[in-house]
């Protein structure tokens, strides 16, 4: 019997995965490695690259810093009513339940040219949407629980005191943080860091909304594999998936360290 | 460090757990909070740390109001529970916090700790990582780490809870040695009797959010002021000369002074009960109770009315009826001291070396 | 604070107030368009489907590789988190070079008078890919955590291996896949990357609730996609606050 069950595990890691991996990897190198270095070297490659890895940059920073902030707040703070806690708790993982599109589609009705404050900031030279800053928005919508639901049980499971008895001791919030809460939650802080990278980079629908698309101008690593396919360019989005995969990979691997090192 | 609070209440939701309790500290006192679990002292202890707030009342250390003022700035010293040790940091590390917080000298903080790690009994384990170290260890630590940055006022929450009922008595020998060395006032709490009458030098008794009783452990066990108070401390036999007992002759030494015993600390029984007859002394059943759970004894000894417990398992004894009493220790009192005296004679006085 | 109340609180305001500013009238039209209504139930049939293979399989796999030593056990745990690192149109694109009509399986499947790509079932693998680690990633701490003791306990009692798992473990496992289940429902129902390369996305036939929304932001008819998003939203929202209770409940207990 449980030969039969690992067996078929094996099956449906191979079928589901494996092979699909396998063959990016053979689809890009139809033409050797003369066609992949083709492929990624052509403008729209390299500004579809070079606009991911902004975006990836920015969108971590950001998440980072108020994730970690709400992650502290959410579970600490004393002020805040336990309902409020509860609604607000509630309330963050919204972006788990939004499908991407729709997480454009509201950026670019909020924030569009159309509108309100879109026009605003237009008039400041400023665009938003069809731009980089609304495709940064839209990744930080999305990717916004990952810090603060990895941060969180961390938090409570270290419970409170050791912070008391440093505040016993004289020392207050930031000190605190950075010699007592820090030391405790730099895993849990990595692995969120990990994620938001692997969600950031991966990002699709939402940036395919907000950003238009444009060639050369705001399109992602992702958007331009997608249009490679609706081209029919296979050789192309094989290989720019393929340097997608690859990181991809690599991040999965530090997830699965970063994991271990937490968990200790 | 001279301390008043007047009028202290809290809640937690709708459960009123501090009710208009007030007292004064005088300086270098050790105060005790004991009472039922649940019954708030911890939340006087941690109104008093700035760890909670106060919904109305007073707080004042040295006539100035401390309501206001946050934990980092009271000058107290805090020793948790679970000792509350940063996991990430040495010994040397951890009791060095409160020094370096202040910014103080690196020469400074390193004979300060030193110092503190030898007066512990750590000397050897500054290096070590609280996850290496025994609770007692740890507990020496956090104490350690308290009186770093040399407080006025020393809080401690149920300090011996999490400890190894052997290690116990040591430790708590050893903290009163401490505290009485330093003379720094300090309050703890503990649901323990035997604990806060042992290490204590006033006792607060803390029942449902109220004060019920304080003064001096032996001034609550002569005299409990309310009917809570008379029940949880049980029904003690207040002795004026235990000298007069077996096994209590060394307290000749001190006159005036007058001994408590509880009932769990008296053995009485017929002759084949005991293993050391030759700390036994004779005494005769005056009456004898049924407590449901087991007999109520009051036994005369020379010119005194013991009362103890015996199970309903041993076989039954009689009004009038001769039998050994044994009393393990007792708590002698008088008016600067307070300790415990075991029964010399419970030490085999021949024992047979190999 | 203000960040999160910003970034996220107002964006999902602005979607409800924006479809229904043309009025009750307007959102119904967009809604009751045969397209749009089409394309939802759809979505909800598919992900019904992909989640419960993900159920089956995603229990397997999470007993399997918790109850089992074998070769290879934690390079393929490892591999369960792949979907979660690896982009969805990256994954999308797997689908097709794997199962489309090029392929060594896309041409053995049309020979059987199966198509693949392009048809439902490329969608249903597509949310499978997808939602793959939910499941698994939910069930595994809840086998973790079970006392062995209870197994023992039925096993001294006299029942059969298979009795014990479906009336000792099972149960223990229960909320983890319901909670995984409904969280691998949720994500499937909004999935765009992975499916919009492969599904053909033909009008009521093949274009799922996220790619027709995706369509008519193109068409610039914001008030239909925002109708549609609105139907999507709600329903997600409703799933995502059940899995919530379903935690919360698990937590007191």
Do not use: C
């Amino acid at each position: 019997m449980k030969r039969l069950w690992i067996t078929l595990t094996y099956i449906v890691f191979t079928i589901l995965l494996i092979i699909p991996l396998i063959r990016i990897f053979t689809g890009a190198w139809a033409e050797g490695w003369q066609g992949i270095a083709e492929a990624l070297t052509r403008p729209q490659s390299l500004h579809a690259l070079m606009m991911t890895g902004m975006i990836v940059v920015i969108v971590t920073v950001i998440n980072t810093l108020f994730g970690v902030m709400l992650a502290i707040y959410l579970v600490r703070a004393p002020w805040l009513g336990p309902r409020v806690k509860q609604l607000l708790n509630s309330l963050v993982d919204l972006p788990f339940a939004v499908s991407p599109v729709i997480g454009g589609l509201m950026i670019v009705l909020l924030l569009g040219p159309n509108t309100v404050i879109g026009t605003f900031f237009e008039a400041a030279g400023f665009k938003v949407v069809y731009a980089l800053p609304g495709m940064v928005l839209a990744t930080l919508f999305v990717t916004f629980p990952l810090m603060v639901r990895e941060v969180m049980p961390v938090l409570q499971e270290i419970g409170s005191q050791q912070e008391e008895a440093a505040s016993t001791l004289g020392a207050y919030s930031w000190y605190t943080f950075w010699k007592v809460t820090w030391p405790s939650i730099r895993w849990g802080v990595i692995y969120g860091v990990v994620l938001t990278v692997a969600r950031s980079m991966g990002e699709f629908g939402a940036v395919l909304v907000v950003s238009g698309n444009i060639m050369n101008k705001t399109q992602t690593a992702t958007t331009l594999v997608y249009q490679d396919v609706e081209n029919f360019n296979v050789l192309a989005a094989n290989s720019v998936a393929l340097v997608l995969a690859a990181i991809s990979i690599a991040l999965l691997l530090l997830m699965e360290w970063a994991k271990k090192r937490k968990g200790h | 460090m001279h301390i008043e609070v007047k009028d202290l209440n809290k809640h937690f939701g709708d459960f009123h757990a501090v009710r208009g309790v007030s007292f004064d500290i005088q300086k270098g006192r050790l105060i005790g909070l004991l009472g039922p679990s649940g019954g708030g002292k911890t939340s006087i202890l941690r109104m008093l740390a700035g760890l909670e707030k106060p919904d109305s009342g007073d707080i004042i250390f040295h006539g100035r109001r401390v309501n206001d003022l946050p934990p980092q700035e009271r000058g107290i010293g805090f020793v948790f529970q679970n000792y509350a040790l940063f996991k990430h940091m040495t010994v040397y590390d951890n009791i060095a916090f409160g020094l370096k917080v202040k910014k103080q000298s690196k020469e400074q903080i390193r004979e300060r700790v030193m110092s503190l790690v030898e007066l512990t009994g750590l000397k050897g384990f500054e290096h070590r990582y609280p996850n290496q170290l025994s609770g007692g260890q740890r507990q020496r630590v956090a104490f350690a780490r308290a009186l770093a940055p040399e407080p006025q006022l020393l809080l401690l929450d149920e300090p011996f809870a999490a400890i190894d009922a052997k290690i116990r008595q040591e430790l708590r020998t050893w903290l009163k040695d401490m505290i009485e060395r330093l003379g720094i006032t300090s309050i703890f709490v503990t649901h323990d009797q035997d604990e806060a009458i042992e290490v204590a030098d006033e006792i607060m008794i803390i029942n449902k959010g109220r004060l019920e009783q304080k003064g001096s452990p032996w001034d609550i066990y002569k005299n409990p002021q309310t009917q809570f108070v008379a029940s949880f401390i049980g029904e003690s036999t207040i002795v004026s000369d235990i000298a007069k007992l077996r096994g209590f002759e060394d307290a000749v030494a001190w006159p005036d002074t007058k001994a408590l015993i509880r009932p769990e600390y008296i053995e009485v029984g017929r002759p084949n009960e005991f293993s050391i007859i030759s700390a036994t002394e004779p005494g005769r059943i005056k009456h004898i109770h049924f407590r449901g759970s087991e007999w109520m004894v009051e036994v005369e000894v020379g010119e005194v009315t013991l009362i103890t417990y015996r199970s309903l398992e041993k076989e039954v004894l009689q009004p009038g009826q001769e039998v050994q009493v044994l009393i393990h220790r007792a708590y002698l009192f008088n008016d600067s001291d307070s300790w415990i005296m075991e029964n010399k004679l419970k030490e085999d006085p021949m024992p047979i070396h190999i | 604070m203000l960040y999160f109340v910003v970034l996220i609180v107002l964006p999902i305001l602005g979607i409800y107030t924006q479809s229904l500013s043309g009025g009750w009238a307007t959102f119904w039209a967009s809604v009751s368009d045969p397209l749009a209504w089409k394309a939802v139930l759809l979505t909800v049939r598919l992900s019904v489907v992909a989640t419960m293979i993900n159920v089956l399989a995603g229990t397997m796999i999470g007993w399997v590789l918790i109850r089992y030593r074998f070769w290879g056990r934690s390079l393929l745990n490892s591999l369960v988190d792949l979907p979660f690192a690896l982009p969805t149109a990256v994954g999308g694109l797997m689908i097709l070079l794997l199962l489309g009509p090029n392929s060594l399986i896309g041409d053995l499947a049309g020979k059987l008078g199966f198509e693949i790509v392009f048809h439902e079932p490329a969608i249903v693998i597509a949310m499978v890919f997808v939602t793959f680690p939910f499941v698994i990633r939910a069930v595994q701490p809840l086998l973790e955590e079970m006392d062995p003791s209870e197994e023992e306990a039925a096993y001294t009692m006299g029942a059969s291996k298979s009795k014990t798992f479906l009336q000792v473990i099972l149960p223990t496992m229960l909320p983890g896949i319901i909670s995984g289940g409904m969280l691998a429902f949720s994500r499937a129902l909004a999935e765009f990357g992975a499916v919009v390369l492969v599904a053909g996305n033909i009008p009521g036939k093949t274009l799922i609730a996220s790619v027709f929304i995706f369509g008519e932001v193109e068409s610039d008819n914001p008030q239909g996609a925002a109708s549609v998003s609105i139907l999507l939203l709600t329903l997600s929202f409703l799933i995502l606050w059940t899995v919530n209770i379903i935690q919360s409940r698990r937590a007191g207990k």
